[in-house]
């Protein structure tokens, strides 16, 4: 997994609350199990008409940064793993939104997508820059777990402590319990019956 510290770039900004897991990666692409291919499919029905032609209003049309910016109540819907495959797939390190399903924030987290959860008062300010300044910088400082735009100001976000520290070291579940396998193999010595 890639280390996630500080993410500076500018966002994509989509405006548009409760985006479901179906809109974010549609249910006829869940045909696999890798987690490789989702990110050209990501707001797949958003970005392309049934015929397969480009759609004249695409809202992502243009967009580049690593950042998603989007409304309230993102990740919401079914619980597919697949919605945060397609975002990392597709080059996504953060989404930000005033609130995560539960189910969507838990498994971006184990994907390597920070879901950073900010104030409904702070996702407007935002907003209205990213209306105004399309190309505002957004930095993400997973340390001290802030996020700041100029024009928005700073905030600061909750995040557990132990998917923290898996995101800043780049570590999975697995990679975190191997990371201290001498200190597990040194206790389970110490206590094998006699």
Same mark, same amino acid.
């Given at each position: 997994?890639?280390?996630?510290?500080?993410?500076?770039?500018?966002?994509?900004?989509?405006?548009?609350?409760?985006?479901?897991?179906?809109?974010?990666?549609?249910?006829?692409? *869940?045909?696999?199990? $890798?987690? !490789?291919?989702?990110? @050209?499919? +990501?707001?797949?029905?958003? =970005?392309?008409? #049934? &015929?397969?032609?480009?759609?004249?209003?695409?809202?992502?049309?243009?967009?580049?940064?690593?950042?998603?910016?989007?409304?309230?109540?993102?990740?919401?819907?079914?619980?597919?793993?697949?919605?945060?495959?397609?975002?990392?797939?597709?080059?996504?390190?953060?989404?930000?939104?005033?609130?995560?399903?539960?189910?969507?924030?838990?498994?971006?987290?184990?994907?390597?997508? *920070?879901?950073?959860? $900010?104030? !409904?008062?702070?996702? @407007?300010? +935002?907003?209205?820059?990213? =209306?105004?300044? #399309? &190309?505002?910088?957004?930095?993400?400082?997973?340390?001290?777990?802030?996020?700041?735009?100029?024009?928005?100001?700073?905030?600061?976000?909750?995040?557990?402590?132990?998917?923290?520290?898996?995101?800043?070291?780049?570590?999975?579940?697995?990679?975190?319990?191997?990371?201290?396998?001498?200190?597990?193999?040194?206790?389970?010595?110490?206590?094998?019956?006699?």
């Amino acid at each position: 997994m890639d280390k996630i510290r500080t993410i500076e770039s500018t966002a994509v900004f989509v405006p548009v609350d409760n985006i479901d897991t179906d809109q974010i990666i549609p249910a006829r692409f *869940l045909k696999t199990t $890798v987690r !490789e291919g989702f990110g @050209e499919k +990501l707001f797949y029905d958003w =970005r392309f008409n #049934p &015929d397969g032609s480009p759609a004249r209003d695409n809202p992502l049309e243009g967009q580049k940064g690593v950042i998603l910016v989007a409304g309230n109540n993102f990740g919401c819907g079914s619980s597919r793993e697949h919605a945060a495959w397609a975002l990392h797939d597709a080059g996504f390190k953060a989404v930000v939104s005033s609130s995560f399903a539960d189910i969507f924030r838990n498994n971006a987290l184990n994907n390597c997508l *920070l879901p950073v959860k $900010v104030s !409904e008062a702070y996702l @407007e300010r +935002l907003s209205d820059v990213l =209306r105004t300044a #399309p &190309d505002t910088v957004l930095k993400i400082d997973l340390g001290a777990q802030t996020i700041s735009a100029a024009g928005a100001g700073e905030e600061k976000f909750e995040i557990n402590g132990y998917k923290k520290e898996c995101l800043m070291k780049g570590y999975s579940d697995i990679d975190y319990l191997l990371s201290d396998k001498d200190a597990i193999l040194e206790y389970e010595a110490g206590h094998r019956p006699n």
